[in-house]
């Protein structure tokens, strides 16, 4: 990959053709961006001294609007029935469109890594005409020692320009939004979009296309790690419980969102935490709520009341409000982001028909067919357009930011498992006693308290029945649960209701599978679900 600039800051902007922007504000500290924010407009300071920024239009990620530059070095990489290609001619064009709308700008740039692990770490610089980006950015991201700024060399540049409007027929786009990956140059445009998450997720993007050719798995996910030095994956899409339940004070936290699984164990590819903040409360998730509550926190798209107090059931805005903060505002976090090979792995549902149990135990076959399938339940706000709910099946718990096939990390991660007789749960912390607008959201105390048994060991021992939809192995009976949930048949009123629904969950499964079967061996591929009703 390409490196992009030089040591000095302003030569590295002039090499790739910023140049002839007004000012560069560099590597400024969080007391200077808050300065710069506020004397911009474009934020506020929360009664508890956070920084609330409201990103208009967009208020949640633009998958639609994202491309990847197809060349000869991506053309054979890339699984193009998930990713948008755009030309390198296109990408040109608006490159110098972009570079040509910044000049006269005042600039922000942030030298940051992604990645924990040194060997396989991507050194980014980020670009951006927003002062609360930089910040945001220099929360998520980790930051290199001061005294080896002087010598930073990117393999990754992010430019964005929230104000700069692509033109579709001009720049090969879908609309003015553009996220566009240049993954042989190492070069990411993102323009008409003021959502923070854009920044993070390019990042992720290209670590995801480059550590699998390192025998390295990258894994959307959270991870902690126990007294005894047994760590353990959270995998699941945004709203599944990653940062919630990963956040927990009896544990570590590695990090909330992205991690790489390689041979000396895992390490976190954040320096930071980008919690979902709607009807956060201090009784259910005490460590987020105060780290909401500090200097250097940005809120994003969260509604203050009269006195600047954020109001976190508020979502008149988006259901999408977050808060972002460096990973030492939580008290037990890591401070290397590294921990051993993982003892246990969670894969995080939010199953809006209300069929699947609270917890089930998921032999190696199971679990790569769960990690392929990757269902969930998109949540309201996540993405631009999604107002409710919406059950659907994302690859590997993170299609958006898969470039290559999920075959090549679905292989990585069995060989991974066999390899370090990891356990693994399929946990849903979606809805119980009937589907999305009728049951409810499962109970965050059973989940936790099933979590825990699984952790430390004590659930294998549990007496288990094996679910006639599903086949997989479910405990009867936990110590400290409501037991009626762990049968979610028995929740429903109505029975043959629930029959219904769950056929047609797994008739979505077989469905969806069928793309994958030629790409698995049989054994993954007699993990399916079958069309079995449980009796009346």
Aim: glycine letters at 10%; hydrophobic letters at 40%.
């Amino acid at each position: 990959m390409e490196e992009f600039g030089l040591h000095n800051p302003s030569n590295g902007l002039a090499a790739i053709g910023l140049g002839g922007v007004s000012r560069v504000n560099y590597n400024l500290s969080e007391v200077e961006l808050y300065e710069e924010a506020i004397r911009r407009g474009e934020a506020d300071v929360t009664a508890d001294g956070a920084l609330r920024a409201i990103t208009g239009q967009h208020t949640g990620r633009s998958p639609k609007d994202k491309f990847v530059v197809r060349d000869a070095d991506t053309e054979n990489r890339i699984w193009w029935d998930n990713n948008k290609p755009m030309s390198p001619e296109h990408f040109e064009v608006l490159r110098k469109d972009m570079l040509a709308h910044a000049a006269g700008k005042t600039l922000y740039v942030q030298d940051l890594i992604g990645g924990a692990d040194e060997e396989n770490a991507l050194p980014t610089r980020v670009v951006t005409e927003l002062a609360w980006h930089a910040l945001f950015i220099r929360n998520l991201l980790i930051r290199p020692n001061r005294d080896t700024l002087t010598d930073f060399r990117q393999k990754l540049t992010i430019i964005n320009l929230p104000s700069f409007k692509a033109d579709p027929a001009r720049h090969g786009c879908r609309t003015e939004t553009v996220i566009a990956c240049d993954l042989t140059n190492g070069l990411v445009l993102i323009g008409g979009t003021s959502y923070a998450g854009e920044n993070k997720k390019s990042v992720f993007t290209v670590l995801n296309y480059l550590l699998p050719a390192k025998g390295v798995m990258p894994m959307h996910c959270s991870a902690n790690l126990g007294k005894d030095g047994d760590s353990a994956v959270f995998f699941g899409l945004s709203g599944t419980g990653k940062t919630t339940l990963s956040a927990d004070p009896n544990r570590t936290l590695i990090g909330d969102d992205e991690h790489g699984w390689g041979e000396n164990g895992i390490f976190n590819f954040e320096g930071g935490c980008y919690a979902k903040a709607i009807k956060l409360s201090a009784e259910a998730e005490p460590e987020i709520y105060a780290a909401t509550r500090r200097f250097g926190t940005v809120l994003e798209n969260v509604v203050l009341d009269e006195n600047r107090v954020p109001d976190f059931n508020d979502g008149s805005l988006t259901e999408n409000t977050r808060s972002a903060y460096p990973l030492h505002f939580i008290p037990n976090a890591s401070d290397t982001g590294l921990a051993p090979h993982p003892k246990t792995i969670i894969m995080l549902t939010a199953d809006a028909f209300g069929v699947m149990p609270p917890i089930a135990k998921l032999t190696p076959e199971q679990a790569m067919y769960h990690f392929l399938s990757g269902y969930t339940a998109k949540v309201a706000g996540t993405e631009k357009g999604v107002t409710e709910p919406e059950a659907t099946f994302s690859t590997c718990f993170g299609a958006p930011f898969m470039p290559r096939h999920p075959a090549e990390y679905g292989n990585l991660l069995k060989e991974l498992i066999a390899r370090h007789g990891v356990d693994c749960w399929l946990v849903n912390t979606g809805w119980t006693g009937g589907a999305y607008g009728i049951g409810r959201r499962m109970p965050i105390k059973a989940t936790r308290a099933l979590l825990a048994a699984a952790l430390n060991g004590s659930l294998n021992n549990a007496e288990f029945r094996i679910d006639p939809n599903f086949g997989f192995a479910v405990p009867v009976a936990v110590e400290g649960v409501d037991n009626s949930i762990l049968d979610p048949r028995s929740t429903w009123a109505d029975g043959a209701a629930y029959d219904a629904q769950a056929r047609k969950l797994v008739s979505m499964f077989i469905a969806n599978f069928e793309k994958f079967e030629n790409h698995v061996d049989s054994k993954v591929r007699d993990a399916a679900p079958g069309l079995l009703v449980a009796a009346e």
